[in-house]
């Protein structure tokens, strides 16, 4: 195997082991973080390349595309390979003209500004006249930010330029959207053709929950598109939007916090007139229209509004899918909710040659294809590079979020476990909790004041947060890593406990407060139902309502372990996680010392015992 690093162990015979599999069937790979999935799948695919294929290499976000082309370059330099790799973003990020309607544009708004504006759009104009693309294609393996930069100084389209330089690409690194949506995927494959490629997606526990069809409008949506229903006076359009904010206040107003309601989508329309929601469309296309006139952004709520009912009408009576009133925020959210990950997944692995799933938190694995739609495959669970000198795992017996209501005595006991760590640890820590209720009433008992007075800073992420607050929250988080001071509180399964990376001393405790299962609202259960339909009773409960939430738990304790040179004290804060330590990442497995909360102040630390130089 080519590989441009001292191969750690197991590396290669992992890649061996995918590239062999690869010629006859798919790949699902299960390895931790630290292992070095990305090198090592490269490695294993660089044969296919050589031979001509082409890799369609997909990540959860944007954000994140230019991490395996990174990895590619060290391929490049190391090696002596002439291979190109391109981080490949959408309108969103690469117009050089929407930018003047405003920051913090959606894709739909950038979409419709370049379809009005390509014609006569002069960075376009410049890319038809003809550019020279080879000293950007020496360069082998492209960044989005280095497209991005060579455009704006040539003064071309990044967007299309982009779409030119992917007939080149033997790896194009983009977000799940250019493969599973239609829409998208089109721009895409009409330069690298599925048919003759292989597909690897990192990160794959994600797309279980990936809702590939759904959408979500708000009370909020709907006051604004009353207000632009009046302003075009469309009379038709009004009568729609208001008799809906009739029923949602008739219907749900009894709605508690999280809390869910099924409803059908015809219901929303008065006397079932679907002609007012193409009225409405059409009066949210002038809306649009007259906000890009304005040179502003090209927004409609109305049009959303109408958007949403036409696609809940078109998808009425299909099996898995369900239409959710739910209130979040202390507003009620109306959402097309779509879950048919095996099915429309099945039928997106099937366009491609060969398929390669990849995260290190899949167990188990059959079950994680089930329900992901891969049919054929072969597995591959890499071991994790984690042992004793990384890190110290304790379970704690006399704690747990279990039944519907944190009581008062057991978030004081939480309370006071998590102080003892934190006297003991003195390092950055994050305390993730099974949910937000369970941060709440561990915050109203007190869990911040007790950090305080040990002399922690507590970062609290909040339902509401905007992008922009809770990235301050984790540069704050992580600017305390020298001192050790940081005390991070968060749900699991959200932003700042998946995703998020914490390398070094930037994380090296983490409390798990509780098991991540989902509340048992209608939605949840309507979610179980329609797996059991699908897998029978048993298996339907495990991978809809157990499995997912320990893969959230797990993702939240792989926070801390980064690379093998990271250390960690890890702390299980629910005796039920005895019953799913099979589920875990091994080193937990391994590692786990029963303990009681009053304990927490003797743990052991591993970085008092191994260094690394
Ligand atoms: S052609 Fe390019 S720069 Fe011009 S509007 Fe479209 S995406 Fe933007």
């Known amino acids: 195997m080519k590989f441009p690093y001292k191969p750690r162990p197991r590396q290669l015979e992992v890649a061996r082991e995918v590239s062999a599999a690869l010629k006859s069937t798919n790949v699902v790979l299960e390895a931790p973080t630290g292992f070095g999935k990305t090198p090592v799948v490269l490695s294993a695919i660089l044969p296919f390349i050589e031979k001509g294929r082409r890799i369609v290499w997909a990540v959860r976000t944007g954000s994140e595309t230019d991490r395996p082309v990174e990895e590619l370059a060290v391929f490049r330099r190391e090696l002596g390979l002439k291979l190109v790799g391109l981080s490949f973003r959408g309108k969103r990020d690469m117009c050089l003209l929407a930018r003047r309607f405003g920051s913090d544009l959606d894709y739909s708004e950038v979409s419709y500004i370049c379809s009005r504006e390509r014609s006569r759009c002069r960075y376009y104009r410049e890319l038809e006249e003809g550019v020279e693309l080879a000293p950007l294609l020496s360069r082998g393996a492209l960044t989005y930010s280095e497209v991005y930069k060579w455009a ?63 959408d979500t409008v708000t009370e909020g949506t709907l006051a604004r598109a009353l207000e632009e229903a009046r302003e075009v006076g469309s009379a038709g359009a009004e009568e729609l939007v208001r008799h809906a904010i009739e029923l949602v206040s008739d219907r749900f107003a009894g709605l508690r916090e999280e809390e869910s309601e099924v409803f059908d989508p015809l219901d929303l329309i008065p006397d079932g007139r679907e002609e007012l929601v193409e ?44 239409f959710v009133a739910e209130r979040l925020d202390n507003r009620v959210n109306l959402s097309i909710w779509d879950m048919r990950s ?28 089930e329900t992901v739609g891969l049919e054929r495959y072969h597995a591959v669970s890499a071991p994790s590079p984690y042992d004793e000198s990384n890190a110290s795992v304790y379970l704690v017996k006399d704690l747990t979020t279990r039944g519907e209501e944190l009581s008062g005595e057991m978030a004081g006991r939480y309370v006071e476990g ?16 099974a949910s937000y209720r369970v941060l709440e009433g561990l915050a109203s008992a007190g869990l911040l004041e007790r950090a305080e007075e040990l002399g922690y800073v507590p970062f609290v992420e909040r339902r509401s947060m905007s992008g922009l607050e809770a990235a301050e929250a984790l540069k704050g988080f992580k600017s305390m890593a020298k001192e050790g001071r940081g005390l991070l509180l968060a749900p699991m399964g959200g932003r700042f406990a998946e995703g998020a990376d914490y390398p070094g001393e930037e994380l090296m405790c983490v409390f798990l407060a509780g098991v991540p299962f989902e509340k048992p609202t209608t939605k949840t259960k309507l979610y179980i139902g329609y797996y059991q339909e699908l897998y029978g ?70 970085w008092q015992e191994v260094k690394f130089g």
């Not at 990044?158 to 959207?177: E, G, K």
């Not at 049009?303 to 998808?315: C, I, N, P, R």
């Not at 998590?418 to 909790?433: C, D, E, P, Q, Y």
């Open 152 to 214: 704006s100084e040539a003064g071309v389209c990044p967007y299309f330029l982009q779409r030119r330089l992917l007939a080149y690409a033997d790896v194009v690194a983009l977000s799940y959207n250019y493969v599973v949506d239609e829409g998208l995927s089109w721009s895409v494959k009409s330069a690298v053709p599925f048919r003759e490629s292989i597909l690897v997606v990192d990160e794959a526990h994600n797309l279980q929950g990936l809702n590939l069809g759904g």
């Open 342 to 369: 095996a099915e429309l997944l099945g039928a997106v692995w099937r366009k491609f040659w060969r398929v390669v799933l990849m995260s290190g938190t899949l167990s188990p694995i059959e079950a994680f294809a």
């Open 279 to 322: 009225e409405a469309e059409r009066a949210g296309e002038m809306v649009r229209e007259m906000r890009y006139k304005q040179g502003r952004r090209p927004r409609s709520s109305l049009y959303h509004f109408a958007s949403f009912l036409e696609a809940a009408v078109g998808l009425r009576g299909e099996r898995g899918v369900a």
């Open 418 to 433: 998590i102080a003892k760590l934190l006297s003991r640890v003195r390092r950055n820590t994050a305390v993730f909790t």
């Open 537 to 606: 009773e048993e298996r339907g409960r495990l991978y809809a309502y157990v499995y997912p939430a320990i893969r959230r738990a797990a993702q939240a304790l792989g926070r801390a372990l980064r690379s093998p040179r990271d250390q960690a004290v890890l702390v299980l804060g629910d005796f039920r996680y005895r019953n799913y330590l099979n589920l875990m990442p091994d080193y937990v497995r391994e590692l786990a010392v029963e303990v009681g909360h009053d304990k927490l102040d003797s743990v052991r630390l591993p």
